[in-house]
């Protein structure tokens, strides 16, 4: 069965580092997702993407992140300078369709975030 | 603001039935989703709900109100290995996806 998949599982990094976070979402999917959690805490919405564009994006994700689909099979989540209030997991989700009714979105197994 | 509850906590009996509550206060409504979420792993989908009423998936079923706000997800025949979150995501009217805090399900022998 296709799955997205994530890499790295985790990563650690020193504060003000830039980060790239990798996934390849499902190969026929059109809508991509990144999510993150901090431990313990909710699931919180940073950005979806279509169409080769950001189409939704919530307060969290300012400036210093940015998405990207380079090839046609990735998607990555950049930070360009880490904080310590970065440190959480990371989710991609893809789902299939050009409409909302193609509505489950699979999720990536995660990247652990560790900014020391 | 967005606004979902859900009982940060329950604890059942192995083939006992439970009934995991939600109630959401969003800026518009496109659908209400369940997801199952083990302990350090991704969240995966358990059910949609977009209109009113219940939807069934074999030991699993998810109830919706709009006019109330209000969703349960309703669990039968526990199992030992449906101990984990319970995640209610309701997609507002800018399609994104505003998440609940979770209910921990503990299933005891």
């Known amino acids: 069965e296709p799955e997205v998949t994530q890499t790295p599982s985790h990563q650690v990094t020193q504060m003000g580092q830039e980060v790239i976070l990798r996934c390849v979402p499902i190969?026929?999917?059109?809508?991509f997702y990144w999510y993150r959690q901090i431990l313990g805490q909710k699931v919180e919405f940073l950005v979806s993407f279509y169409n080769n564009e950001i189409s939704e994006k919530s307060e969290i994700f300012d400036d210093q992140f940015s998405v990207e689909r380079p090839d046609g099979s990735n998607f990555t989540l950049k930070i360009r300078s880490t904080k310590l209030e970065d440190s959480a997991m990371y989710f991609c989700a893809s789902r299939p369709g050009a409409s909302d009714s193609s509505y489950e979105q699979y999720f990536g197994p995660g990247t652990r975030l560790t900014v020391t | 603001g967005q606004n979902i509850d859900q009982p940060t906590e329950m604890t059942a009996t192995e083939g006992a039935i439970v009934q995991i509550n939600c109630t959401y206060q969003?800026?518009?409504?496109?659908?209400l989703f369940w997801y199952q979420q083990h302990a350090g792993e991704a969240p995966t989908f358990l059910s949609y709900n977009v209109l009113d009423g219940l939807e069934e998936k074999g030991r699993f079923s998810s109830f919706l109100s709009r006019s109330k706000g209000y969703s349960y997800l309703l669990l039968k025949e526990l199992q030992m290995k449906d101990s984990a979150s319970y995640l209610c995501a309701v997609k507002d009217s800018n399609y994104q996806l505003i998440w609940g805090a979770g209910t921990k399900l503990i299933i005891k022998p």
């Open positions: 190969s026929n999917h059109l809508y």
């Open positions: 969003t800026s518009g409504f496109n659908g």
